[in-house]
Structure formats: C-alpha cells, structure tokens
C-alpha cells in the first residue's frame, strides 16, 4: 500500500494533488466531483477584488439609470455600495458553507487582490464560513508606474491578513520579480504557511487576419513546470513556507519531479480542463504506480531529495546559459 498523504498548510491532505483555484472549483457539483475523483484539497475559484468593484460600479449605473436614487441621496448610494458587496462575498460565502457540508476534503479560500484594505475584513468571514485555509492572489501590475514600494506591498498584504485570520495563509505569486528569491524568503518571513509558485496570465497575440488582439495560451502546455520545477528546487530548504507547485503539472511524472525538488504538494487546472475532471484519477493512479514501479512506499521519500541542498551539482538549478550546450552546435 502506497502512503501518498502529505502536509500542507499544517492540514494532512490524503495525497498531494490539489484542484487549483478556476472555473472548475466555483459550484458545489465540480467540487464534489475534484473530490470524488481523489482531488487532496480545493482552492476554490477567487473572489476578485475587481470583480467587486466592477460590480459596483455597474449596478449603481443600473440604478441611476432606474432613478432608484439621486446624486443628493449619498447614503442611498452608500446602502447600495455595501448591499451589491455583501450580495457577492455572501454567495461566496454560502459556497465554503455549502463545500464544507458536502465534503471531506480541505477547502482552501480564495482571494485575487491588489490592495491592503476592503477585504482584509473578508478573510476573517470566509474564516467564521468554515474554510480550512485562505490562498491569497496577489498580482500588482508591473506596469503601474506610480510611486510604490512593489515588492513591500506583498509583504503588507500577506501580513495583514495573517493578523486577522486565524486559519493559515498562503500566498500565489508570479515569477515576475526583480529579485524572486528575495520575496519568496521575505513572504516566508511574514508567516506565511504556503507559497504557490506559479500564478500563470493571459497573454494576448495578434489575429493576423482580422487584425485583431487575442487571447494566445488559455491552458499550459505541459513542459510550463521547468520554472516552478527551478524556483521549488532553489528555494525549498531556505524557507519556512510550504511551496506548492503550480503552472504545467499534466502528469504523474511531473508531480514526482515537483516532490523530489522540495514541493508539499501540487496544483492543476488546464490538464483537467484539457482532459477533464476525471484525469484526475488518473493522475493519481499513475503516481502511485511510478512509486510502485521504483519501489517507494511514502511520499515522503522522494519529498525534497533532489532539492538544491541536496544534489551533488547545485549550481545546475542557477544556470541560465546555454552556452556549454550550444558551443558544439555549428
Ligand atoms: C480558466 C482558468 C481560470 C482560473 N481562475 C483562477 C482564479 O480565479 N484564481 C487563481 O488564483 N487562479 C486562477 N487560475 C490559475 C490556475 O489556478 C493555475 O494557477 C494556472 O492555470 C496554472 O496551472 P495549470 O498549468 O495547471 O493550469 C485560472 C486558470 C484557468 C485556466
């Protein structure tokens, strides 16, 4: 009998496949069915900060324009801003409610933010709802020229949030630092539970027949993981976090390789897109037989055996040229 289960977060997950926050964690009947297909945990789908704004502004709109209210009438205005916001964080709300009931499984929370304030107050709500753990989201724009300490403002908000909740906190970043390795260990410092490395974006390409921008990479392809694959490798033993790997996980070999690197656990959501939620079954049925094969019994054996610390070449996960590989090719 294979032990899969693992720890992340302080919670033991069963195994170390994790649904990652999309479209396919945000109703109770995809949920229960991630878990009736293995999945260890669900990080449900964000509630977005923007989205709660957008909303806002629109419904207010909607209203104007019914002349439910008038300009003079500002706390009108005030009782509807805070009516449209309880109306979304509550249907978020109702599903931790609800996942919590129908599930065994951890329910990991789920908030997309660019700022320190509104929903810090949502995190100690989507706590009282019964969610076992709170993945934070944050993504400022590199492209935000104005004045702003980038990397500091992560910092602030993972600490904020750390101080009002009392469920453990994870924090999902991008690669697009100046200097990574310093805000991995920074966050870690800020008692952060777990970092999941990588968020993934749309990029948009050129349709050169109509001319027109589009969306290019919906779903990663699954050679995506080599950077998370580096980052967990450099990183695992130098902080305190869990790391979680996140971004081109489509196969069991690809989970053993995100263990071996120092990973508690891993993330996926194109390759059940792609392949639908049942793949998840099959994922695990694929790792266990690998372990099989290889004769490991625990997860833990393989759990950061080829991290940097631990290879006799460590300077292989720094490089970045290829200039040995190239110099013979003419
Ligand atoms: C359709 C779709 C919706 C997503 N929605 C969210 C979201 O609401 N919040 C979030 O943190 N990540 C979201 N993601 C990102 C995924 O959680 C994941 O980090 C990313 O897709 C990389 O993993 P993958 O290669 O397994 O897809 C979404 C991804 C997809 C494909």
């Known amino acids: 009998m294979i032990d899969l289960s693992t720890k992340y977060l302080g919670l033991t997950l069963k195994n170390p496949v994790i649904a990652a926050s999309s479209g396919l964690t945000s109703t109770i009947s995809n949920i229960k069915k991630l878990e009736a297909n293995g999945a260890a945990a669900v990080v449900l789908k964000s509630i977005f900060e923007e989205e709660i ?16 209210i008038y300009s003079e009438l500002s706390e009108t205005l005030d009782y509807i801003d805070l009516h449209i916001k309880e109306d979304t964080i509550n249907k ?13 499984i951890p329910i990991i929370a789920s908030i997309n933010c660019t700022t320190d304030y509104e929903w810090i107050e949502f995190a100690q709500k989507i706590e009282n709802a019964g969610a076992d753990a709170l993945e934070l989201n944050i993504f400022l724009s590199p492209t935000d020229l104005s004045e702003r300490n980038f990397e500091q403002a992560y910092l602030d908000i993972a600490g904020k949030v750390i101080g009002k909740t009392g469920i453990p906190v994870s924090v999902k970043i991008s690669p697009y630092f100046t200097k990574l390795s310093r805000v991995i260990a920074d966050l870690s410092k800020t008692g952060v539970r777990g970092l999941v490395l990588f968020n993934r974006f749309y990029s948009p390409d050129i349709d050169l027949d109509k001319m027109e921008i589009v969306s290019a990479n919906h779903f990663s392809r699954e050679n995506e993981y080599l950077n998370s694959l580096r980052w967990i490798a450099l990183m695992s033993k130098k902080v ?17 390789k995100q263990i071996l690197v120092g990973a508690s656990a891993v993330q996926v959501a194109s390759v059940l897109y792609e392949k639908g939620v049942d793949y998840l079954s099959v994922l695990l049925a694929d790792l266990e037989k690998w372990m099989e094969d290889k004769r490991y019994t625990h997860l833990g054996q393989l759990k950061g055996k080829l991290s940097q610390e631990s290879v006799t070449d460590p300077a292989a996960y720094e490089r970045r040229q290829f200039m040995k590989y190239f110099s013979g090719i003419e």
Do not use: C, F, P
Request: no cysteine; glycine share 2%; hydrophobic share 40%.
């Open 92 to 104: 978020y709300l109702d599903l931790i409610r609800q996942a919590k009931k129908e599930t065994l």
């Open 240 to 256: 305190t976090s869990d790391l979680v790997a996140s971004t081109g996980i489509h196969s069991a070999e690809t989970i053993v």
């Open 53 to 68: 704004l957008q909303q806002e502004v629109m419904q207010t709109r909607e209203a104007e324009a019914n002349s439910m």
